[in-house]
């Protein structure tokens, strides 16, 4: 089946510093990726969805320049969280929509922790 | 605007009972649905989904679920829980080719031993 690897899985990082999350469709093309965010005890909030080849698309309130998307190829995409701060903390949770089926394969996600 | 409401925060429900979360929908074309699992610190796992046809549909795990459009509502149910079915499930809908899902608030099972 259809497998979506993201690493790291777990990360704690000082305020201030850059943290880059990967998100990788192991076995399909994937050039629609979208990044979630996740609350504890609260529901999946899409941050953006990431097109391979061109700008991520953003929901509305999410900081483009902080949350830093690339789709590099039609396997990875990398969010890049910069100058994090501790109300970033959170479970970041990707997804690949598969080119030729078009279903959608939830990552495992990234803890994120800033001290 | 779309929305998902799963009026369940928390169920518990004992081992070998049947089961039912509830899920309505706000979406103003024909929803594409969809049932996840997360376990405790995972992502999610896709139970079953509803398309078009018929509206009873069998997922994995022995879940199944129904669309009634005149409820706007897509439930899941499963006739007989196991302690390895305590997880959250969340409800989402999104339109054809499931991009931009909008996922409903989560619905917490228990399982009582």
């Known amino acids: 089946g259809a497998v979506v690897s993201q690493h790291p899985s777990w990360v704690i990082c000082k305020s201030g510093t850059s943290v880059k999350i990967e998100c990788r469709s192991l076995?399909?093309?994937?050039?629609?990726m979208f990044w979630y965010r996740q609350f504890p005890k609260q529901s999946l909030m899409l941050m953006a969805t990431?097109?391979?080849?061109?700008?991520?698309?953003?929901e509305q309130g999410v900081e483009k320049d902080k949350f830093l998307i690339n789709h590099a190829s039609l396997t990875l995409s990398t969010l890049t969280v910069t100058s994090a701060h501790p109300e970033d903390s959170s479970f970041y949770i990707c997804?690949?929509?598969?080119?030729?089926?078009?279903?959608?394969?939830f990552g495992p996600g990234t803890r994120l922790t800033v001290t | 605007a779309q929305s998902v409401t799963q009026p369940d925060i928390h169920i518990t429900v004992s081992e070998g009972a049947s089961l039912e979360l509830r899920c309505n929908y706000s979406?103003?074309?024909?929803?594409?649905l969809f049932w996840y699992v997360q376990s405790p610190g995972q992502g999610l796992q896709l139970l079953l989904k509803?398309?078009?046809?018929?509206?009873l549909v069998q997922g994995i795990k022995g879940f199944e679920a129904e669309f009634k459009r005149s409820q706007s509502s897509f439930n899941l149910r499963k006739p007989s829980v196991h302690w390895s079915d305590a997880a959250e499930y969340f409800c989402?809908?999104?339109?054809?080719?499931?991009?931009?899902?909008?996922f409903g608030q989560g619905t917490r099972l228990t399982i009582n031993p």
């Open positions: 979406y103003g074309a024909t929803p594409y």
């Open positions: 990431s097109n391979e080849g061109s700008k991520a698309t953003y």
């Open positions: 997804s690949a929509r598969a080119d030729r089926t078009y279903e959608q394969y």
């Open positions: 076995d399909f093309q994937a050039t629609t």
């Open positions: 989402a809908v999104g339109p054809q080719g499931a991009q931009k899902l909008v």
């Open positions: 509803y398309f078009s046809g018929d509206t």
